[in-house]
C-alpha cells in the first residue's frame, strides 16, 4: 500500500512525573480523612475507582449517571455510526454485482421512408440482467480507506471512555462538594448558636455595667455577618445538586439527590500511580488524538493513490426479449466484458497540493498527540504535588482550628472577669470561624485530589469488563 503505515510517534518519557522527587507517603492528621496517603508504583487502576470511597450514596449516582447521561448516550450513537461506517468501507474491497428486471410496451408512430408507409408498430419489451464492477486496489488506496474508517472507530471508542471518565469523575467530584458545602452551612449554623450565646453574654455584662452599648452592637453584627455567609454556601450547594441532577440526566425537581456526610466518606490509603511509560496507553484523550493521528496517515495514503491508474472491472450479462417466456433462450442472451485504466494527466495541480494539504494534517495531528502527552503528564504532576501539599496544609489547618479554639475560650473567660477587652474576643471569635471553615474545605480537598489522580492516569478504563478483549489486550 502506498503511503506512510501508521506508527505511533515516538516521545521521550521520563522517569517522574513532578520536577522533583516526591514523597510516596503524606503526611496524616488526627481527623476524619486525615490518614496518611501511600503511593502505589505496581497496584493498578480498578475500572470502577469511584468505589473505593465507600460511599453507597456516591456509587448509585455514579451508576444513575452512566446509565442515563445523554452525553454518554450521543458518545455510544456516535460510537455505532463509526462501526457501520467501518463495515460499510471495507465492502469497497469486493465487487459489486447489481440486477436489474425490466419491463416496457412501446408504441412506434407511422414513418414514411422512400415511398414505404411503415404502419404503428406496438410492442412489448423484457429484460434480465446482472453487472458486476470490481476496482483493483493496485496501490491499496481502498485498503487504506478501510484503515482510515478502522482508525475512525478507535477515535470514538476513545471519545467515549473520555466521557465516561469526565462524566464519573464530575459526579464523585460534585458529590463531594455537595458534602463539603453542607459541612460548612452545619458549622456556620452551630457558629451562629455559639455566637448568639456570647452576644447573651455581653448583654448582661452591659447590664451590669461591665460592658458598652458599642461591645454589644459589634458582637450583633458578628452574628449578622456569620448569618450572612450561610447564603452564599446555601446557593452554592444548590447549584451543586442541580449539577448532579444534570450529570444524571434529569432536571432538578425530577431526582432527589441523597445527602452525602463528609465524615462517612474514606479516603483511599494506597493509591495507584501508574509509570510514567504506561500513562500514553492509558490516557483516553491520548488514545484518541494517536486514533487521529492514524486516520492522517491513513488518509494520506489514500491521497497518493489517487494521483496512480485506477484500473476496474465490469462484466454484464442478460437477456431481452419481446416476452417474459423467452427471456432465458439462447438466442435472447448478452453480455459484456471490459477493463478500464484511468490515469490523471493535467489537473493544475489539484492532486498534488491535496496530497501535500494532507501531509500538513498528518503532521498537524502528530503535534496535537505530543501536545496531549505533554498536558496528561502535567496533569499527573500537578495532583502530585496537590497530595503532598493538601495533606500538610490539612495538619496545618487542624492546628489552626485547635488554636483558634483554644483562644477563643481563653478570651471569652477573661472578658467575664474583665482581663481583657471585647475587641479580644472578637478577634478571636472571627479567627476560630475561618478555622473551622478552613478545616472542613482541607478535608475535602484531599478527596478532590484523589479523584484528580485517578482521573489523570485514565480511570481504569482497560479493567471494565464492557471494554472489548482486543482493545483492552493493547494495553500494558
Known sequence: MVGPNFQRPKTSTPDRYTEAATALTTVASDVPAGNAQHLMESRDIPGDWWTLFQSPAITALVTAALQNNPTIDAANATLREAQEQALAQEGNLFPSVTGTLSGAREKQPQTYEYDVNTPPLLYSEYGVNLGLSYTFDFWGGLRRQVEQARAQVDYQRFQLEAAYLTLSAGVVASAVQAASLQQQIDAQIQLVGLQKKQLDVVRKQFEIGAATGIDVAQQQTQVASTQTALMPLQTQLSQTRDQLAAYLGRAPSEVSIPRIDLNTLTLPSDVPVSLPSALIAQRPDIRAAEALLHQQTAALGVAIAQ???????????????ASPQKLFTATNGMWTLATQAVQPIFDAGQLKHKQRAQRAQMDAAAAQWRNQVVVAFQNVADVLTALQNDAANLRYALVAKEAAERSL?????????????????????????????????????????????????????WNRKDVPDALAARQP
Do not use: C, M
Not at 485506477?310 to 426479449?321: D, K, P, Q, R
Open 409 to 461: 475560650t481563653l478570651a471569652t473567660d477573661q472578658y467575664k472577669l474583665g482581663g481583657v477587652s471585647y475587641l479580644s474576643v472578637l478577634s478571636t471569635e472571627q479567627a476560630y470561624q475561618s478555622a473551622v471553615i478552613e478545616l472542613i474545605r482541607a478535608r475535602a480537598a484531599r478527596f478532590t485530589d484523589t479523584i484528580s489522580l485517578y482521573q489523570a492516569l485514565g480511570g481504569g478504563w
Open 307 to 321: 494521483r496512480l491508474p485506477n484500473v476496474t472491472l465490469s462484466a454484464y450479462v442478460g437477456s431481452e426479449a
